[in-house]
T-cell receptor, first 114, second 115 residues
Framework: AQKVTQTQTSISVVEKTTVTMDCVYE???????LFWYKQTASGEIVFLIR??????ENATVGHYSLNFQKPKSSIGLIITATQIEDSAVYFC???????????FGDGTQLVVKP | DAGVTQTPRHEVAEKGQTIILKCEPV?????LFWYRQTKIQGLELLSY????????DGGAFKDRFKAEMLNSSFSTLKIQPTEPKDSAVYLC?????????????FGHGTKLSVL
């Protein structure tokens, strides 16, 4: 089965701190892509960062980085120096080579407080 | 470059009506997805097209939901007949499969309310 699981429903942090959001996945594919997307209060969903399964180095974009632990089928999203505007719902997603369907987790609500 | 365009932004329908939602993907993209988003079910795949060919038609949605892609730059999602449980946000997304930076581009969605 192919599945993406985000166990954290909601996280609250104080701004300027670092937060980690968890995501685990299941796949039969030996090669796959992992993504994180952000949905703002307006409903807009935007791409944040991607990790290719064959790459050992963790992806980093701006203040977003990934903690890719392939043996554990885990792809955590790390946001450093959080800002109020990082408050949103974050979705983890996976796309395999054998099945082009994209699987999404249920999302984690992040609240960043002053 | 224009992103994914969805129209209308809001739709109110009476139970039993037929509604058609529209989507224009990013120019040049070859993959197009329709999703339904609700608080309870999250993001559910309705349909997936590759180069205008229907690759996946979400099983649970085959009955009253039909997506079509008449050309590479336009897709529709028809719901017939609508039911109150169809009230949700319908999202269209596109991507360029095989691109080095492949990822989904989402439209702003259509919020459907069925009375």
């Amino acid at each position: 089965a192919q599945k993406v699981t985000q166990t954290q429903t909601s996280i609250s942090v104080v701004e300027k701190t670092t937060v980690t959001m968890d995501c685990v996945y299941e796949t039969r594919d030996s090669s796959y892509f992992l993504f994180w997307y952000k949905q703002t209060a307006s409903g807009e969903i935007v791409f944040l960062i991607r990790q290719d399964s064959y790459k050992k180095e963790n992806a980093t974009v701006g203040h977003y980085s990934l903690n890719f632990q392939k043996p554990k089928s885990s792809i955590g999203l790390i946001i450093t120096a959080t800002q109020i505007e990082d408050s949103a719902v974050y979705f983890c997603a996976m796309r395999g080579y054998s099945n082009n369907r994209i699987f999404f987790g249920d999302g984690t609500q992040l609240v960043v407080k002053p | 470059d224009a992103g994914v365009t969805q129209t209308p932004r809001h739709e109110v329908a009476e139970k039993g009506q037929t509604i058609i939602l529209k989507c224009e993907p990013v120019s040049g993209h070859n993959d197009l997805f329709w999703y339904r988003q609700t608080k309870i079910q999250g993001l559910e795949l309705l349909s997936y097209f590759r180069s205008k060919s229907l690759m996946e038609d979400g099983g649970a949605f085959k009955d009253r939901f039909k997506a079509e892609m008449l050309n590479s730059s336009f897709s529709t999602l028809k719901i017939q007949p609508t039911e109150p449980k169809d009230s949700a946000v319908y999202l269209c997304a596109s991507s360029l499969q095989g691109a080095p930076n492949e990822r989904l581009f989402f439209g702003h969605g259509t919020k459907l309310s069925v009375l």
